[in-house]
């Protein structure tokens, strides 16, 4: 059971728009720590996604969008590409266990 | 460009122990937080533990606490992870990964490429 929940799985078409969630609590996204995304390919290693809520780091299209509200956290992807299938997770910093979690993943498939 | 190689992945029996090392370069080492983050087959990331630039601030997940060390080598860019008593359900892809701390924002931005650990009899 991961401290941050998240789908297990997103599906769209190419071109479209998704959506995936990540809902906290009190003692880490509702506290005011920061969310960040990270995107893993099959096979290999996360790379950053979004850090901070909503920021993209240098290279990461502007397809790829966060936010944040409350104890819940969003990513968006726009414009749907097969190479954007992949696994997603979002992590924040959990006051109460004093380290880092992770959401258990949600897999996008692009139909 | 920002490197982090580790090795030391390895069968191990249940109850065994292992070190894995994770080689930096790119960056000042000596100037980040370092973490560990591990995978099990088919399943999502964990953070097990952080080391401070200095040394001076560790911490580790409750899953592995007593039974993990995390330890640095600034003058050698190396950052280690030695495990002991080593459980079937620590199986999993072992990540390196270059820390960001602000204020109220902690994360990942560089990982390595990942060293496997199988506990196995």
């Known amino acids: 059971q991961s401290v941050l929940t998240q789908p297990p799985s997103v599906s769209g078409a190419p071109g479209q728009r998704v959506t995936i969630s990540c809902t906290g609590s009190s003692s880490n996204i509702g506290t005011g720590y920061d969310v960040h995304w990270y995107q893993q390919p099959l096979g290999t290693a996360p790379k950053l996604l979004i850090y901070g809520n909503s920021n993209r780091p240098s290279g990461v299209p502007d397809r790829f969008s966060g936010s944040k509200s409350g104890t819940s956290a969003s990513l968006a992807i726009t414009g749907l590409q097969a190479e954007d299938e992949a696994d997603y997770y979002c992590?924040?910093?959990?006051?109460?266990?004093?380290?880092?979690?992770f959401g258990g993943g949600t897999k996008l498939t692009v139909l | 460009e920002v490197q982090l190689v580790e090795s030391g992945e390895d069968l191990v029996q249940p109850g065994g122990s292992l070190t894995l090392s994770c080689l930096a370069s790119g960056f000042a080492f000596s100037t980040y937080t370092m973490s560990w983050v591990r995978q099990a087959p088919g399943k999502g990331l964990e953070w097990i533990s952080s080391i401070s630039s200095s040394s001076t601030s560790i911490s580790y997940a409750d899953s592995v606490k007593g039974r993990f060390t995390v330890s640095r080598d600034n003058g050698k860019n190396s950052l280690f992870l030695h495990m002991n008593n080593l459980r079937a359900e620590d199986t999993a892809i072992y990540y390196c990964?270059?820390?960001?701390?602000?204020?109220?924002?902690?994360?990942?931005?560089?990982w390595g490429q990942g060293a496997l650990v199988t506990v196995s009899s």
């Open positions: 990964a270059r820390d960001y701390h602000g204020t109220r924002s902690f994360y990942f931005d560089s």
């Open positions: 992590q924040s910093y959990d006051s109460s266990l004093s380290g880092s979690v």
